[in-house]
Each structure stands twice: as C-alpha cells, then as structure tokens.
C-alpha cells in the first residue's frame, strides 16, 4: 500500500492545491478510485494529523532498536534474523517518506515543487512498500519449513541464501519502480503517452504487493495449521508408546508466526478497501463512485492500521522472542553487570595469605568471559571446573 492512496490529510482540498497535488496525481495504486473521494472531512484530518507523527515517529525509534538486535552476532546467523532486519530498514524508509509528506502538507513547505523530489517519494513509496511485504513472505516461508519440513531447514534457511534472495529481490525491485523518473514531468504529472502504462503499473503492483503475497501466506498458514493439527494427534496416539515422538511444534519459532498474524490482520482491511474500490472504478467508472463519508472514514482507519504495520514491529519482537529478548538486555546492560555462577565444583575463595600462596585465577582461566562480583578467584589448588554461567547481577 502506498502512501498516495493515503485519503485523510494528504486529500483535503487546501492541502491538494498545494503539495499533495502532485502527489497525488502519480495515480498509485488505488487513488485512481480516489478521485471522487476528495471531501474535507475535519474529524479525520486532525485525527491523521496527531496520529501519522506519533506512528511515524515510534516506528523509526522500534524499527531501529530491532535491525540492531537483529543484527547482532548471535542472532544475525539465522536466515529470518536478516529478513526481519532488513524489514526494519525498509519500513523506517516508508515511515519517512510518510514523515516528509506530513511536515510538507502540515507545514506548508511545499516540497514536491523542488524538482526531483515528487518522482522520488513515489518512488521510494512503491519499493519499501514492496519488499516490506516479500520480506513478511520470506518469514512466512521459513516459518512454513521449520514446521512442515523441520528436515530441510539446515539445507535452506541459511543466512548466506537468505543474503542472495534479498539481493535479488532490491534488484527487481528497482527495475519494476523505476518508472516515475521518465514518465513524469517536473511538475510530477504524467506525461500523455504513459497514461495507460502507469494505469497498468497501478494494478500491477496490486498483483505483486497484494494479490500474491496473500495467496501465498493464506496457502502456507493453513498448511503449518493442518501439519499442527496432524502432529497433536500423532502425539496424543504415542502418548502410550514407549516410542519417544518429537514435536514440530518445539522447531516452531513464535516470533515469525506473530510476525505474519499481525501483518495480516493489520493490513487485511486496508487490501478490503483497496479491492472494493478497484472493482468499482473497473465496473462503474471513476465518475459513478458514490462519495460518502462513511467509506471515508472507513479507508482512513484501515489506512492507519496499515501504517501502524510498520511500526509496531518492536513490540511485536520483544513479546514474542525469547532470544530477541536476551540479545535486547544483553545490548543495553551495562558493562561489568555480569558475574560468573559456578556450580559442581570445588572452588573456594581464600584470603590472600603470603604463606599458603594460593594461586590467582582470573576470567581468563575460564572458557566464557565473566567476573565473580567484579573480583578476582583464588584457589589453593587445581581443580576441574566442570561448567559455569553466566547471569545478570540481581
């Protein structure tokens, strides 16, 4: 979904006589229906006006913390880490393409007269818009393998396959939206002749950004429910065998199936809306749309709800992810916050004594890093220490 289609501020009469009106004319995705639907409407301007910043704003601060978490060492070796890192540099573009239309409009800057800068957000608009959505498939994917062919992951959910896939996918990406450099004026109209490409491009990238992904998604969400639903019976009929069953569930990782829930549900509404109004601008024309403002409210609403797709993402890590969780902590602990528990051993702390001279142990006598209460271990003989921890200090 672009923001172009974003019928609440951005689509206020005094506001399209000045930036928006460029914007606006870029005919993305489904605004080609939005023509009639141009009506000032005061309760859902003020409401989009305090609510775009706040999304936009929580999104870039989330969006930022998760790409570093994900990145990290520990985490960035799975496949789905770099998915869902990437995913959150896509949508911070998004939300800032977003952000400068909102500064632009409210504040009557009136950005879109430099030249360059229309084409470039309808741009920017169409490719973060797109791989957002085929990096929540890519999850959705291996999400699918780990529960229906738990045997494959090693040989698939790699991180260097994960690497070439997103590589591909920029790369296409950028040849299919490109086209708003060369088919706009400087005034960010559409030149005469690409009248009909862009009309094509428009539902074109319907296909690709939502028709698609959600037969996609919809197939691989009922095939994990059916290989669930399989896999608790075969379990409840071992339960008195002696033979010890695995389940598929435990490959599950919970955060990827939150991941695809959410965005389904928070952008369901909005593909309702985009869809009701194609098929009526392709059965009654452009000129026989009722205007009403009900539909509008209604499309702003799930406008927003697509909006807040992309910013809740953080949220929805830290509540389902156990080890995003940890890595999360662990990045933001202070140093020197950990201490070493040592347990099944036969260590003991001894004064420092000039006639028994006890030997000194230090962390690097340790296989893992760590300090004991910031101090140094003292022992008077050599013993196997047979395993350790490590713990956040209480």
């Known amino acids: 979904m672009s923001i172009n289609s974003y019928p609440g501020y951005l689509s206020d009469k005094t506001i399209l006589q000045n930036d928006s009106k460029e914007i606006m004319s870029s005919r993305n995705h489904s605004d080609l229906p939005y023509k009639s639907l141009y009506t000032e409407n005061v309760a859902i301007s003020l409401v989009e006006q305090y609510t775009v910043p706040i999304i936009c704003l929580s999104g870039f601060v989330g969006n930022a913390l998760s790409s570093t978490v994900f990145l990290q060492k520990s985490m960035r070796k799975k496949a789905c880490s770099l998915y869902l890192a990437v995913r959150g540099i896509s949508d911070n573009g998004f939300l800032l393409t977003l952000f400068a239309i909102w500064t632009s409009s409210v504040f009557e800057l009136r950005l879109s007269k430099i030249t360059g800068f229309c084409q470039s957000l309808i741009f920017f608009t169409y490719v973060f818009a797109c791989i957002s959505v085929w990096l929540v498939v890519l999850v959705t994917v291996e999400n699918h393998i780990r529960i229906c062919k738990p045997f494959m992951v090693n040989h698939i959910c790699k991180s260097m396959n994960a690497k070439v896939i997103m590589i591909t996918l920029l790369f296409c990406v950028l ?117 009403l403002d009900t539909s509008i409210s209604v499309q702003s609403v799930t406008q927003l709800f697509y909006f807040l797709s992309l910013a809740i993402n953080f949220v929805v890590y830290y509540s389902f992810g156990s080890k995003f969780r940890r890595t999360f902590r662990d990045l933001f602990r202070k140093k020197g916050s950990n201490r070493v528990i040592l347990t099944d051993c036969y260590v003991r702390r001894t004064p420092y004594n000039a006639q028994s001279q006890p030997r000194s142990i230090s962390c690097e006598d340790f296989p893992t890093p760590g300090t004991y209460n910031n101090a140094t271990l003292q022992v008077n003989e050599y013993v196997p220490l047979r395993r350790f921890r490590s713990s956040p200090s209480l």
């Not at 708003?180 to 004026?185: L, S």
């Not at 490959?251 to 098929?279: C, E, Q």
């Open 175 to 291: 040849m299919c939206y490109n086209f708003p450099f060369w088919t706009m004026t400087s005034e960010c109209e559409p030149y005469y002749d690409y009248y009909d490409f862009i009309d094509g491009m428009v539902y074109a990238d319907s296909i690709i950004t939502l028709l698609i992904p959600t037969i996609i998604m919809t197939v691989l969400m009922i095939a994990m429910a059916m290989t669930t639903i399989a896999s608790c019976k075969r379990r409840r009929r071992l339960s008195t065998s002696s033979i010890k069953y695995t389940n598929p569930l435990t490959k599950v990782t919970t955060m990827l199936l939150a991941v695809t829930l959410t965005f389904i549900v928070l952008n369901f509404p909005s593909h309702i809306v985009r869809l009701r109004l194609m098929i009526l601008y392709l059965v009654q024309g452009i000129d026989n749309i009722p205007v």
